[in-house]
C-alpha cells in the first residue's frame, strides 16, 4: 500500500475532487484489472477511451481516477485531472515503491502507433529515461 499523496508529489495535476489521504493499492489503466484502492489512468487510444470505464471501475471499488476532462463519479473517489495520461501514468509508476530493486515494465501504448516494452529483473541497476 502507498499513500495516494506520495504517489502523486511529483506530478503536475488539478484534485477535482477528494482527497489525497487515502491508501492505494494498485495503478492501473485497464479496467478489467481494476480492484479495491486502486487509482484508475484514463487514456485515449485509437481503439477506446478509459474514461468510458468510470462506472465500471467505480463500482469495482477503485479509489481515485485520472483524467484528462471533466468527469463525474461519487463523492468518495477522487478525481485527478491532467493534461497527459500518458505521462501521468509513468509518473505514477516511477513513484510506486519497489521491493529487493526489482522491476517490470508492463508495455505501455504510445502516442505515436507504435508499442515499446521494456522488461528488466536483476539486482541494482541504475535505471534511466532517455528520448526515443
Known sequence: MKRLMDLVARMSYILMQGTLEKDISSVTYDSRKVEPGCVFVCMVGAVTDGHKYIPDVV???AAA???ERDVEVPS???ILK???SRLALAELAAAWPV???RWAVQVVPMLEP???AASWMGPKMPL???PM
Open 76 to 78: 468518495n473517489v477522487t
Open 82 to 84: 491532467v493534461s497527459n
Open 65 to 67: 481516477v485520472v483524467v
Open 114 to 116: 507504435m508499442i515499446m
Open 59 to 61: 463500482a469495482k471499488g
Open 128 to 130: 534511466s529515461a532517455r
Open 99 to 101: 521491493s529487493q530493486n
